[in-house]
Protein backbone atom coordinates (compact mmCIF):
# COMPACT_ATOMS: atom_id res chain seq x y z
CA UNK A 1 0.00 0.00 0.00
CA UNK A 2 0.78 3.54 -0.48
CA UNK A 3 -1.29 5.26 2.07
CA UNK A 4 0.65 8.04 3.03
CA UNK A 5 2.59 8.92 -0.05
CA UNK A 6 1.83 12.25 -1.66
CA UNK A 7 2.37 12.14 -5.51
CA UNK A 8 1.96 14.77 -8.23
CA UNK A 9 0.95 13.26 -11.46
CA UNK A 10 1.52 15.84 -14.34
CA UNK A 11 0.35 15.84 -17.52
CA UNK A 12 0.60 13.00 -20.26
CA UNK A 13 -1.89 10.57 -21.68
CA UNK A 14 -4.59 7.60 -21.68
CA UNK A 15 -1.36 5.13 -19.91
CA UNK A 16 -1.51 7.89 -17.15
CA UNK A 17 -5.47 7.07 -16.48
CA UNK A 18 -3.98 3.58 -15.28
CA UNK A 19 -1.30 4.90 -13.16
CA UNK A 20 -3.73 6.84 -11.71
CA UNK A 21 -6.61 4.34 -11.12
CA UNK A 22 -3.33 1.83 -9.93
CA UNK A 23 -2.07 4.91 -7.52
CA UNK A 24 -4.96 5.46 -5.82
CA UNK A 25 -6.36 1.81 -5.59
CA UNK A 26 -2.97 1.99 -3.37
CA UNK A 27 -4.53 4.42 -1.13
CA UNK A 28 -1.63 7.34 -2.44
CA UNK A 29 -2.41 10.56 -1.92
CA UNK A 30 -2.88 12.25 -5.70
CA UNK A 31 -2.61 15.84 -7.13
CA UNK A 32 -3.64 16.15 -10.56
CA UNK A 33 -2.07 18.52 -12.65
CA UNK A 34 -2.64 18.59 -16.41
CA UNK A 35 -6.11 17.11 -16.25
CA UNK A 36 -8.63 19.68 -16.14
CA UNK A 37 -10.59 18.60 -19.27
CA UNK A 38 -10.55 14.70 -18.37
CA UNK A 39 -14.45 14.68 -17.72
CA UNK A 40 -13.96 11.57 -15.71
CA UNK A 41 -13.47 12.47 -11.88
CA UNK A 42 -11.09 10.53 -9.40
CA UNK A 43 -12.03 9.74 -6.01
CA UNK A 44 -9.08 10.22 -3.85
CA UNK A 45 -7.40 12.38 -5.99
CA UNK A 46 -7.58 16.34 -6.95
CA UNK A 47 -7.24 17.78 -10.05
CA UNK A 48 -4.84 20.94 -9.37
CA UNK A 49 -3.30 23.99 -11.23
CA UNK A 50 0.46 23.85 -10.73
CA UNK A 51 0.51 27.06 -8.65
CA UNK A 52 -2.43 25.45 -6.27
CA UNK A 53 0.07 22.37 -5.48
CA UNK A 54 1.96 22.26 -2.01
CA UNK A 55 5.35 21.11 -3.70
CA UNK A 56 6.81 20.97 0.38
CA UNK A 57 4.71 17.60 0.82
CA UNK A 58 5.57 15.84 -2.45
CA UNK A 59 7.15 12.61 -2.31
CA UNK A 60 7.19 11.93 -5.61
CA UNK A 61 6.70 13.41 -9.07
CA UNK A 62 5.45 11.52 -12.23
CA UNK A 63 5.72 12.76 -15.27
CA UNK A 64 4.67 10.91 -19.06
CA UNK A 65 6.60 9.01 -20.50
CA UNK A 66 8.43 11.58 -22.92
CA UNK A 67 9.50 12.89 -20.26
CA UNK A 68 9.40 16.83 -20.78
CA UNK A 69 10.63 18.49 -23.93
CA UNK A 70 14.01 20.86 -23.88
CA UNK A 71 11.92 23.67 -22.77
CA UNK A 72 10.72 21.47 -19.84
CA UNK A 73 6.93 21.83 -21.04
CA UNK A 74 5.43 18.51 -20.20
CA UNK A 75 2.72 16.73 -22.49
CA UNK A 76 -0.70 16.21 -21.38
CA UNK A 77 -3.78 15.08 -23.66
CA UNK A 78 -6.20 16.47 -21.15
CA UNK A 79 -5.47 19.75 -20.92
CA UNK A 80 -4.68 23.28 -22.94
CA UNK A 81 -2.62 24.94 -20.29
CA UNK A 82 1.27 25.20 -21.05
CA UNK A 83 2.52 22.79 -18.17
CA UNK A 84 6.11 23.23 -17.34
CA UNK A 85 8.27 21.26 -14.63
CA UNK A 86 10.79 23.64 -13.47
CA UNK A 87 14.09 24.09 -11.23
CA UNK A 88 11.58 26.15 -8.66
CA UNK A 89 9.56 23.14 -8.81
CA UNK A 90 11.98 20.58 -7.83
CA UNK A 91 13.32 22.92 -4.84
CA UNK A 92 9.95 22.95 -3.13
CA UNK A 93 10.02 19.51 -2.91
CA UNK A 94 11.03 17.40 0.44
CA UNK A 95 15.14 16.18 -0.58
CA UNK A 96 13.79 12.41 -0.78
CA UNK A 97 11.29 13.63 -3.46
CA UNK A 98 11.91 11.23 -6.72
CA UNK A 99 10.58 12.02 -10.29
CA UNK A 100 9.79 9.03 -12.27
CA UNK A 101 9.41 9.89 -16.41
CA UNK A 102 9.99 7.56 -19.07
CA UNK A 103 13.07 8.75 -20.42
CA UNK A 104 14.86 11.88 -20.05
CA UNK A 105 16.73 14.64 -21.73
CA UNK A 106 19.32 17.03 -21.40
CA UNK A 107 16.93 19.49 -19.84
CA UNK A 108 15.29 16.93 -17.25
CA UNK A 109 18.43 16.10 -16.19
CA UNK A 110 20.03 19.21 -15.12
CA UNK A 111 16.77 20.46 -13.43
CA UNK A 112 17.29 17.24 -11.26
CA UNK A 113 20.87 17.34 -10.61
CA UNK A 114 21.07 21.35 -10.10
CA UNK A 115 18.12 20.24 -7.21
CA UNK A 116 19.97 17.34 -5.85
CA UNK A 117 16.22 15.41 -6.48
CA UNK A 118 16.59 11.55 -8.28
CA UNK A 119 14.95 10.80 -11.60
CA UNK A 120 14.19 7.61 -12.17
CA UNK A 121 13.71 6.61 -15.60
CA UNK A 122 11.31 3.67 -16.67
CA UNK A 123 12.06 3.35 -19.80
CA UNK A 124 15.40 2.44 -19.23
CA UNK A 125 14.60 -0.94 -17.22
CA UNK A 126 14.23 -4.09 -18.86
CA UNK A 127 11.19 -5.58 -17.37
CA UNK A 128 9.65 -2.14 -18.57
CA UNK A 129 11.49 -2.98 -22.07
CA UNK A 130 10.52 -6.41 -22.41
CA UNK A 131 6.83 -6.27 -21.33
CA UNK A 132 6.52 -3.04 -23.82
CA UNK A 133 7.98 -5.21 -26.58
CA UNK A 134 4.74 -7.12 -26.82
CA UNK A 135 1.92 -4.29 -27.65
CA UNK A 136 4.98 -2.80 -29.94
CA UNK A 137 4.83 -6.06 -31.58
CA UNK A 138 1.33 -6.46 -32.40
CA UNK A 139 1.36 -2.88 -33.41
CA UNK A 140 3.74 -4.00 -35.75
CA UNK A 141 2.19 -6.82 -36.99
CA UNK A 142 -1.15 -4.20 -37.54
CA UNK A 143 1.28 -1.91 -39.69
CA UNK A 144 2.10 -5.10 -41.79
CA UNK A 145 -1.14 -5.83 -42.29
CA UNK A 146 -2.17 -2.85 -43.63
CA UNK A 147 0.47 -1.95 -45.46
CA UNK A 148 1.03 -5.15 -47.43
CA UNK A 149 -0.44 -7.15 -49.74
CA UNK A 150 0.53 -11.02 -48.78
CA UNK A 151 -0.04 -12.45 -46.35
CA UNK A 152 2.53 -13.03 -43.33
CA UNK A 153 2.41 -16.56 -43.18
CA UNK A 154 5.26 -17.65 -45.84
CA UNK A 155 6.44 -13.88 -46.31
CA UNK A 156 10.66 -13.15 -45.92
CA UNK A 157 10.31 -11.05 -42.93
CA UNK A 158 14.38 -9.41 -41.81
CA UNK A 159 14.36 -8.46 -38.53
CA UNK A 160 17.41 -6.13 -37.67
CA UNK A 161 18.37 -5.76 -34.03
CA UNK A 162 18.16 -8.85 -31.22
CA UNK A 163 17.57 -6.60 -28.30
CA UNK A 164 14.19 -6.32 -26.10
CA UNK A 165 12.00 -5.85 -28.94
CA UNK A 166 14.42 -7.53 -32.01
CA UNK A 167 13.38 -10.73 -29.85
CA UNK A 168 9.51 -10.49 -29.51
CA UNK A 169 9.43 -8.95 -33.33
CA UNK A 170 11.30 -12.00 -34.20
CA UNK A 171 9.62 -14.93 -32.32
CA UNK A 172 6.19 -13.50 -32.92
CA UNK A 173 6.28 -13.03 -36.68
CA UNK A 174 8.03 -16.31 -37.00
CA UNK A 175 4.70 -18.10 -34.93
CA UNK A 176 2.79 -16.47 -37.37
CA UNK A 177 4.97 -18.97 -39.99
CA UNK A 178 6.74 -15.89 -41.97
CA UNK A 179 10.30 -16.79 -43.24
CA UNK A 180 12.24 -14.87 -40.18
CA UNK A 181 16.11 -14.00 -40.69
CA UNK A 182 17.50 -11.52 -37.87
CA UNK A 183 20.61 -9.69 -38.86
CA UNK A 184 22.68 -8.90 -35.15
CA UNK A 185 26.50 -7.83 -34.47
CA UNK A 186 27.10 -9.91 -31.51
CA UNK A 187 28.31 -13.62 -31.76
CA UNK A 188 26.17 -14.90 -28.85
CA UNK A 189 22.97 -12.96 -30.60
CA UNK A 190 23.89 -14.90 -34.11
CA UNK A 191 23.85 -18.24 -31.73
CA UNK A 192 20.64 -17.24 -29.81
CA UNK A 193 19.17 -16.53 -33.26
CA UNK A 194 19.97 -20.13 -34.77
CA UNK A 195 19.03 -21.26 -31.04
CA UNK A 196 15.34 -19.75 -31.59
CA UNK A 197 15.27 -21.72 -34.73
CA UNK A 198 15.56 -18.30 -37.01
CA UNK A 199 18.03 -17.76 -39.74
CA UNK A 200 20.91 -15.38 -38.49
CA UNK A 201 23.18 -13.28 -40.76
CA UNK A 202 26.42 -10.89 -39.26
CA UNK A 203 25.02 -7.39 -40.13
CA UNK A 204 28.17 -6.93 -41.97
CA UNK A 205 26.47 -9.08 -44.94
CA UNK A 206 23.20 -6.48 -44.39
CA UNK A 207 22.79 -5.88 -48.30
CA UNK A 208 23.30 -9.72 -49.32
CA UNK A 209 19.88 -10.72 -47.20
CA UNK A 210 17.90 -7.92 -48.22
CA UNK A 211 17.86 -8.73 -51.73
CA UNK A 212 14.21 -10.68 -51.54
CA UNK A 213 12.34 -9.31 -48.30
CA UNK A 214 9.24 -8.76 -48.34
CA UNK A 215 9.54 -6.86 -45.18
CA UNK A 216 12.54 -5.30 -43.37
CA UNK A 217 11.15 -4.61 -39.34
CA UNK A 218 14.48 -2.47 -37.57
CA UNK A 219 14.84 -1.82 -33.84
CA UNK A 220 18.74 -0.80 -33.78
CA UNK A 221 18.68 3.09 -33.21
CA UNK A 222 21.32 3.76 -35.57
CA UNK A 223 21.28 4.53 -39.27
CA UNK A 224 21.68 0.85 -40.43
CA UNK A 225 19.30 0.89 -43.41
CA UNK A 226 21.75 2.99 -45.76
CA UNK A 227 20.69 4.12 -49.58
CA UNK A 228 23.61 1.27 -50.21
CA UNK A 229 21.11 -1.35 -48.40
CA UNK A 230 17.83 -0.33 -49.54
CA UNK A 231 19.47 0.12 -53.13
CA UNK A 232 19.54 -4.13 -52.99
CA UNK A 233 15.58 -4.44 -51.71
CA UNK A 234 13.07 -5.77 -54.33
CA UNK A 235 10.82 -2.76 -54.51
CA UNK A 236 7.76 -4.13 -53.06
CA UNK A 237 9.67 -4.44 -49.52
CA UNK A 238 7.84 -2.98 -46.76
CA UNK A 239 10.24 -1.12 -43.78
CA UNK A 240 9.22 -0.55 -40.34
CA UNK A 241 11.40 1.19 -38.55
CA UNK A 242 10.73 0.50 -34.70
CA UNK A 243 13.63 2.07 -33.48
CA UNK A 244 13.62 5.58 -31.79
CA UNK A 245 13.49 8.75 -33.69
CA UNK A 246 14.95 9.67 -36.33
CA UNK A 247 14.87 5.88 -36.76
CA UNK A 248 17.64 3.98 -38.93
CA UNK A 249 16.63 4.41 -42.08
CA UNK A 250 17.62 6.60 -45.13
CA UNK A 251 14.05 7.83 -44.68
CA UNK A 252 15.04 10.04 -48.39
CA UNK A 253 16.31 7.30 -50.22
CA UNK A 254 13.86 4.87 -49.62
CA UNK A 255 10.94 7.52 -50.74
CA UNK A 256 13.19 8.01 -54.00
CA UNK A 257 13.33 4.56 -54.48
CA UNK A 258 9.72 3.85 -54.46
CA UNK A 259 10.03 1.92 -51.46
CA UNK A 260 7.68 2.29 -48.67
CA UNK A 261 9.40 3.06 -45.28
CA UNK A 262 7.66 3.79 -41.81
CA UNK A 263 8.57 5.29 -38.96
CA UNK A 264 6.54 4.02 -35.91
CA UNK A 265 7.14 5.44 -32.97
CA UNK A 266 5.21 5.16 -29.37
CA UNK A 267 3.21 2.03 -30.77
CA UNK A 268 2.47 0.59 -27.13
CA UNK A 269 0.45 3.62 -27.06
CA UNK A 270 -1.56 3.98 -29.79
CA UNK A 271 -2.52 -0.10 -30.25
CA UNK A 272 -2.97 -0.65 -26.82
CA UNK A 273 -2.79 1.99 -24.39
CA UNK A 274 -4.26 0.07 -21.51
CA UNK A 275 -2.08 -2.27 -21.26
CA UNK A 276 0.98 -0.10 -21.94
CA UNK A 277 -0.53 2.33 -18.97
CA UNK A 278 -0.61 -1.17 -16.83
CA UNK A 279 2.90 -1.67 -17.30
CA UNK A 280 3.79 1.19 -16.16
CA UNK A 281 1.37 1.47 -13.41
CA UNK A 282 2.36 -1.89 -11.99
CA UNK A 283 6.56 -1.27 -12.11
CA UNK A 284 5.82 2.27 -10.57
CA UNK A 285 3.58 1.20 -7.77
CA UNK A 286 6.60 -1.21 -7.24
CA UNK A 287 9.32 1.39 -7.02
CA UNK A 288 7.07 3.40 -4.92
CA UNK A 289 6.55 0.98 -2.38
CA UNK A 290 10.10 0.17 -2.36
CA UNK A 291 11.12 3.57 -1.25
CA UNK A 292 8.50 4.24 0.76
CA UNK A 293 9.34 1.13 2.61
CA UNK A 294 13.36 2.27 2.48
CA UNK A 295 12.22 5.73 4.29
CA UNK A 296 10.34 4.04 7.19
CA UNK A 297 13.11 1.75 7.58
CA UNK A 298 15.62 5.14 7.50
CA UNK A 299 13.60 6.97 10.14
P1 LIG B 1 17.85 -2.82 -27.00
O1 LIG B 1 17.42 -3.95 -26.15
O2 LIG B 1 18.95 -1.93 -26.52
O3 LIG B 1 18.25 -3.42 -28.44
C1 LIG B 1 18.86 -2.65 -29.43
C2 LIG B 1 19.45 -3.56 -30.47
O4 LIG B 1 20.12 -2.73 -31.42
C3 LIG B 1 20.47 -4.54 -29.95
O5 LIG B 1 20.36 -5.73 -30.65
C4 LIG B 1 21.82 -3.84 -30.25
O6 LIG B 1 22.86 -4.73 -30.48
C5 LIG B 1 21.48 -3.18 -31.57
N1 LIG B 1 22.34 -2.05 -31.85
C6 LIG B 1 22.41 -0.88 -31.17
N2 LIG B 1 23.29 -0.06 -31.77
C7 LIG B 1 23.78 -0.74 -32.84
C8 LIG B 1 24.75 -0.41 -33.84
N3 LIG B 1 25.37 0.76 -33.85
N4 LIG B 1 25.00 -1.34 -34.77
C9 LIG B 1 24.39 -2.54 -34.76
N5 LIG B 1 23.49 -2.90 -33.82
C10 LIG B 1 23.18 -2.00 -32.88
O7 LIG B 1 16.65 -1.86 -27.32
P2 LIG B 1 15.11 -2.28 -27.43
O8 LIG B 1 14.47 -2.16 -26.12
O9 LIG B 1 15.03 -3.55 -28.19
O10 LIG B 1 14.57 -1.09 -28.32
C11 LIG B 1 15.00 -0.94 -29.64
C12 LIG B 1 14.54 0.39 -30.21
O11 LIG B 1 13.11 0.38 -30.30
C13 LIG B 1 14.88 1.58 -29.31
O12 LIG B 1 15.24 2.66 -30.13
C14 LIG B 1 13.58 1.85 -28.58
O13 LIG B 1 13.49 3.21 -28.17
C15 LIG B 1 12.61 1.53 -29.65
N6 LIG B 1 11.23 1.20 -29.23
C16 LIG B 1 10.26 1.57 -30.07
C17 LIG B 1 8.95 1.24 -29.81
C18 LIG B 1 7.91 1.66 -30.79
O14 LIG B 1 6.73 1.70 -30.45
N7 LIG B 1 8.29 1.93 -32.02
C19 LIG B 1 8.62 0.56 -28.63
C20 LIG B 1 9.65 0.16 -27.78
C21 LIG B 1 10.97 0.49 -28.10
P3 LIG B 1 24.08 -4.86 -29.42
O15 LIG B 1 23.51 -5.63 -28.28
O16 LIG B 1 25.08 -5.58 -30.21
O17 LIG B 1 24.45 -3.47 -29.04
Sequence with gaps: MLTGLHIAVIGGDARQLEVIRKLIELDAKLSLIGFDQLDHGFTGASKEQMDEVDFSTVDSIVIPVSGTNLQGQVETIFSNE??????????????????????????????????????????????????????????????????????????NIAVLGLGRVGMTVARTFAALSAKVRVGARRTEHIARIFDMGLTPFHLSELKNNVTDIDVCINTIPHPILSANVISKMPAHTLIIDLASKPGGTDF?????????????????????????????????????????????GNE
Aim: glycine letters at 6%; charged letters at 25%; one cysteine or more.
Design 82 to 155: KILLTEDILKKTPEHCVVYSGISNSYLDSIVSSTNRKLVKLFERDDVAIYNAIPTVEGTIMMVIQHTDITIHNA
Design 252 to 296: RYAEKRGIKALLAPGLPGIVAPKTAGQIIANVLSQLLGESLEDRK
